[in-house]
Each structure stands twice: as structure tokens, then as C-alpha cells.
């Protein structure tokens, strides 16, 4: 039984032709062994294609969610990989988003520190850096053995010449597989890329987290990740990214247009 199995979502459209180019790197960039399984689900997708043969050559799980008739659900796919996952603990990573293998390595670490296949209440979320446009660019003509190190470094230093925007925060988390589903995992109702990360973060932080001093106002939306003050649900949530910022693993996300 592997340690981890990552779960990846996706659908194409003609709109997000880069989407399948993502699937494609992550493909062949990952490999599934004895410690780590990949399970790609593909969603609703208005264009052909042959990604289930690539992936499965490349030694991953292929799942397609065919309820999908005329909308994608990033939900869905999810928990649909969350039922057909070997392991005991799951992480969810959306395409738009990049994680080293050096990443992931201190991720199994700490699944093992954590002992998160038996506590079920043990969770991790991995901060997010959104590249720029400019700063997506350059970063593929950088080794990808430097990546972790030259993104690190514009935004420790405040420089941000590759990047957009930071957040504490992402829809990747860490978490046992067991309590995914006891709480029901994403909500069905939510349409496309919306809150229900929001929606089951906050159900999660609910039954398993307890913190000493809780931003005001919960229900407050900021509308952004540059949290100003300690209020809204944001704010809540961030709590819980410094924990892997602090073991220094983040997450990138790719520039696309809205």
C-alpha cells in the first residue's frame, strides 16, 4: 500500500487548451511506485483525446467521471479519486499547479512523522505562490532542479520578479483518506472551479482543528489572499498554510488567462 496517492483533476475545453499539456507534463514527470500512486480523473471534457492510454502507460490510474454530461466538477473528481485511492492518506493537486519531487519527498516524511494514515485528525496544506505571466516564462528556461530554490528566493526577498501573488493557502491538502470521506468530501453542488475547496476546509477545521485565538467574523470574504487583517474565512484557513511554509514546501501555480 503506497504512503501517498495524489489525486489530479482535469477536463479540456478548446477555451483551456493548455490544460492537456499540463496533464501531459505531470504524466511523465511523476512517477507512481511503492511509496506514491497518481490518479488522474478526468472530468467533463468537450475535446477528444488520448490522455487515459499516456497516462496509463506512464504507470499511473486513469479515472474517468462519466455523471460529468454537461459542466466539470473539480469536486467530483476529486472525490471520485478519494474513493478508487490505495492509500490511507490523499492530497488533492489541481494541473494549473506544480510541486517538486523534493517536495513530495518531505511530504511522505511528514505523513510518517504525523502518522496521518492513523491520526485522522493530522492534516498539512501546502502554501501556494502564483507565478506571473512573465514569471512562468522564465522559470521553464531554469533548470527544474532550481525551481524550489530561485521561487523561494523572490519571494523571501520581497523581490517578486516571477511572482503574482502568494497565499498561505491552497485547495492542496494533505489529509486522511478515511476523514475525507466521514465528512463527505467536496459538496456536488458546486459548479466548475468555485469554494468547494472553502466549502469542506471549513467542515475539515471544524472537526479536527482547535485554535486558541479565531479570526471574527468567519463569514467575511476578503476576496483575496493578501490577508490585511485577522477577519473572514480566509484569514481562518492561513492559519494552517504556515505550517509547511515553515518546513519550506510550497506549491506553484502556472499563469493562465482567466
Known amino acids: 500500500m503506497p504512503l501517498l496517492s495524489v489525486v489530479i483533476p482535469f477536463g479540456l475545453s478548446k477555451e483551456r487548451s493548455y490544460i492537456e499539456e499540463r496533464v501531459l507534463q505531470k504524466a511523465k514527470f511523476f512517477q ?3 511509496n506514491m500512486e497518481f490518479i488522474f480523473v478526468e472530468g467533463y471534457s468537450s475535446l477528444k483525446n488520448n ?3 499516456i497516462i496509463e502507460n506512464s504507470g499511473h490510474i486513469y479515472l474517468k467521471d462519466d455523471d460529468q454530461k454537461d459542466y466539470f466538477s473539480q469536486g467530483k473528481c476529486r472525490n471520485l479519486g478519494a474513493v478508487y485511492a490505495n492509500s490511507k492518506v ?6 494549473d499547479c506544480y510541486i517538486s519531487l523534493l517536495s513530495l519527498e518531505k511530504i511522505l516524511n511528514l505523513i510518517k512523522v504525523k502518522n496521518i494514515a492513523q491520526n485522522i485528525n493530522e492534516l498539512l496544506v501546502l502554501p501556494v505562490v502564483y507565478l506571473s505571466q512573465s514569471g512562468s516564462e522564465k522559470i521553464y528556461k531554469e ?6 530554490e530561485i521561487i ?9 520578479k516571477l511572482i503574482k501573488y502568494f497565499s498561505l493557502i491552497s485547495s492542496s491538502i494533505i489529509v486522511n483518506r478515511y476523514k475525507f470521506l466521514v465528512l463527505g468530501g467536496n459538496n456536488h453542488n458546486f459548479i466548475g ?3 468547494e475547496d472553502h466549502d469542506f476546509f471549513a467542515r475539515l477545521l471544524f472537526y479536527t482543528t482547535n485554535f486558541s485565538n479565531t479570526p471574527k467574523a468567519l463569514c467575511y470574504d476578503e476576496g483575496t489572499w493578501n490577508i490585511r487583517k485577522f477577519k ?3 484569514a481562518w484557513f492561513s492559519l494552517l498554510g504556515y505550517e509547511m511554509s515553515f518546513h519550506g514546501i510550497y506549491m506553484y501555480h502556472f499563469y493562465h488567462e482567466e
Open 32 to 34: 507512481s511506485d511503492e
Open 51 to 53: 490522455l487515459k492510454q
Open 90 to 95: 490523499i492530497m488533492f493537486l489541481d494541473v
Open 143 to 148: 533548470d527544474k532542479y532550481l525551481w524550489d
Open 152 to 160: 523561494k528566493h523572490d519571494l523571501i526577498t520581497g523581490k517578486r
Open 193 to 195: 472551479h468555485s469554494y
Open 232 to 234: 473572514g474565512f480566509r
